[in-house]
């Protein structure tokens, strides 16, 4: 089956350093890419769409100088989050989408905890 | 707009007992996708179920059954004679034009043995 990973699964990292969050396609290839994030207790809310090759298109009230997407592969995105604070601490998840399935089904990965102390 | 609305916020029920799981949609889309996820502690999202928008057949798959009925837009669902192991947050989700998924705010299941 389609398996989406993400590393590191969780990270604690100090306010105003920078961490990175990787997101890979296994077994297929996803042209697009998307990041999703969700605080404790609330729903998961999308953050950006990554293309590969392309810039990301960012949702309404995202920064997209603080959350930087790059998608230079078929099947891995990574999300960096820039000068973290503890406001940034979440879950954040991703999901890929099979580039060869006409359907455009996604298949979500395992989230990445990230704790900015 | 795309909006998915579970108005139960927090369910608790005893062991055996069936329980509905509600799920509202909006959409402007012709062609959507709705969906249930479940997500234990972990985090990590478990597919449930996918329904595209012209197929409103309900479906059962063991304790689980969904019911579609795009009149009411909604997607409801039920387990049957429910485990401790259902404890969990479940959310539905609407997939339309441009692939992006919508969440409701989820629903958290207690299951009491």
């Known amino acids: 089956g389609a398996v989406v990973s993400q590393h590191p699964s969780w990270v604690i990292c100090k306010s105003g350093t920078s961490v990175k969050i990787e997101c890979r396609s296994l077994d297929f290839q996803a042209t697009t890419m998307f990041w999703y994030r969700q605080f404790p207790k609330q729903s998961l809310m999308l953050m950006a769409t990554s293309n590969e090759g392309s810039k990301a298109t960012y949702e309404q009230g995202v920064e997209k100088d603080k959350f930087l997407i790059n998608h230079a592969s078929l099947t891995l995105s990574t999300l960096t989050v820039t000068s973290a604070h503890p406001e940034d601490s979440s879950f954040y998840i991703c999901s890929a989408r099979d580039s060869d399935r006409t359907t455009g089904e996604q298949y979500f990965g395992p989230g990445t905890r990230l704790t900015v102390t | 707009a795309q909006k998915v609305t579970q108005a139960q916020t927090e369910i608790s029920v005893v062991e055996k007992e069936d329980v509905t799981l509600d799920c509202v949609y909006e959409?402007?889309?012709?062609?959507?996708?709705l969906f249930w996820y479940k997500q234990p502690p972990s985090g990590e999202l478990v597919f449930l179920i996918r329904?595209?928008?012209?197929?409103?057949q309900n479906e059962i798959s063991g304790r689980y059954s969904w019911n579609f009925q795009k009149s009411t837009s909604s997607f409801n669902f039920t387990i049957t004679a429910s485990q401790v192991v259902d404890s969990a947050v479940y959310f539905c989700?609407?997939?339309?034009?441009?692939?992006?998924?919508?969440f409701g705010s989820g629903t958290k299941l207690n299951v009491k043995p």
């Open positions: 989700a609407l997939r339309g034009n441009f692939n992006k998924f919508y």
């Open positions: 329904r595209n928008s012209f197929d409103e």
């Open positions: 959409t402007r889309d012709t062609t959507y996708y």
